[in-house]
Every structure is written in structure tokens, then in C-alpha cells.
């Protein structure tokens, strides 16, 4: 693995950081050897960068609902001047998708229990929502409130203050994604 674009000394212990120390860190792998039955395939590379932050009055995931919609407050989204353009068009009162990194989560966990019920039997991450899983993407409908230049006010939206955002699309009518 190797690191391009580093703002400062990291490694993949940095996501534990403070998000605004990594901006411009991108991870990029050179390979990635997947044993998919029997055959080895090489992967290609991946990166991702943060687009922005939220800037949001929850400060610690465990006082954040579960989802936007179970009483979760609204948030400023700060967008880096470098991508500010690509806000252009959206306008309040507009429903979006914005995807997170949740970057306090737990990349090595795989199984849980879903709502952090222990009465619930242990599933896969995959069949959960769960924050705690190898690639800590959140998914976020909201709809937008405020506009001031390069922030972006949107809600209800339960991800926590810092967390960085990694794209946004607006929700297509009817739903076709999720
Ligand atoms: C269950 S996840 C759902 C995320 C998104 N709505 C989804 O469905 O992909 C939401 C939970 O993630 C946790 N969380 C919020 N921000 C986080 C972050 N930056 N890193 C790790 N966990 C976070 C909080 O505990 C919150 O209740």
C-alpha cells in the first residue's frame, strides 16, 4: 500500500485521527490479491478523499440515532474550495444522498448485532447497517436547509461532528437506489 498526497505522516491508524489532519491523504493500493475460488485476481487501485466535513452538534457516536429519521439534528456540510464547484445546481429543499467515511469505526468487525441489540443474534455486517465494517461507508438521505457559499446545511442526518464526506448525489424520483 502505498500513500500519495500526504498533508502529514500517516498510516491507516490515521483515520483514527482528527479528519481535518488527513485531507489530502489518499490510500492507493498497489495490489490487491483476492482468492476468489481457487484463482487469484489482482485488483486494481482504489482512492478516495474527503470531499468536506460535517459540522455537526453530536459529538460522539454514542449519542447518535440510528438513523437520520429516528430524531437526528441537521448539520453544516463544508465543503473544500478545491470541489466547491461540483455544489452548483443544488438548491434548498432539495433531497440528497451524501455518502461518509465514518472514520471511528471498527474496520476489523464483521458480525453484529443489528441496533446494537444483544437480545438479536449476531448477523453479518453486511446484512446491517452497521457503522463497524471494512469499508466505513455511511449512506445519508437529507434534505438541504441552507446555503452560504461552500457549506451546506442538510437533515436530519445522525453521522457526528468531523465526519468526512466522500460524495453526494441527489435522490432520484421515484427512489431507484435505496
Ligand atoms: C447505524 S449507522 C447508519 C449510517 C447510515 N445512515 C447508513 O445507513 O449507512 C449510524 C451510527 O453510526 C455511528 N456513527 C456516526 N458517525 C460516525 C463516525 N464518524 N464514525 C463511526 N461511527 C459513526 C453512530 O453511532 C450512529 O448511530
Not at 487501485?45 to 460535517?54: A, D, E, R
Not at 448539520?75 to 434548498?92: Q, R
Not at 461518509?100 to 446484512?127: C, M, S, Y
Not at 457526528?160 to 427512489?175: E, H, N, Q, W, Y
Request: glycine residues 8%; charged residues 25%; negative net charge.
Amino acid at each position: 500500500m502505498s500513500i500519495a498526497f500526504c498533508k502529514t505522516r500517516a498510516s491507516r491508524a490515521g483515520l483514527r485521527q482528527d479528519p481535518r489532519s488527513f485531507f489530502l491523504i489518499m490510500y492507493t493500493y498497489d495490489s490487491v490479491d483476492i482468492d476468489s475460488g481457487g484463482n487469484v485476481m489482482q485488483e486494481t487501485h482504489y482512492s478516495l478523499f474527503p470531499l468536506g466535513f460535517l459540522r455537526s452538534p453530536l459529538k460522539d457516536r454514542g449519542a447518535a440515532p440510528n438513523q437520520g429519521r429516528e430524531g437526528a439534528p441537521d448539520a453544516w456540510l463544508e465543503v473544500h474550495a478545491t470541489v466547491a464547484e461540483g455544489l452548483e445546481g443544488i438548491e434548498v429543499g432539495d433531497e440528497l444522498i451524501v455518502i461518509t467515511w465514518l472514520h471511528q469505526a471498527g474496520r476489523d468487525i464483521l458480525k453484529t448485532h443489528p441496533r446494537n441489540d444483544e437480545t438479536r443474534p449476531l448477523v453479518g455486517v453486511f446484512a446491517t447497517r452497521s457503522p463497524d465494517r471494512p469499508n466505513p461507508l455511511g449512506l445519508h438521505r437529507v434534505t438541504v436547509r441552507e446555503i452560504a457559499g461552500k457549506s451546506v446545511k442538510v437533515g436530519p442526518i445522525e453521522a457526528i461532528d468531523g465526519t468526512p464526506v466522500v460524495d453526494i448525489k441527489p435522490v432520484l424520483s421515484p427512489p431507484a437506489d435505496f
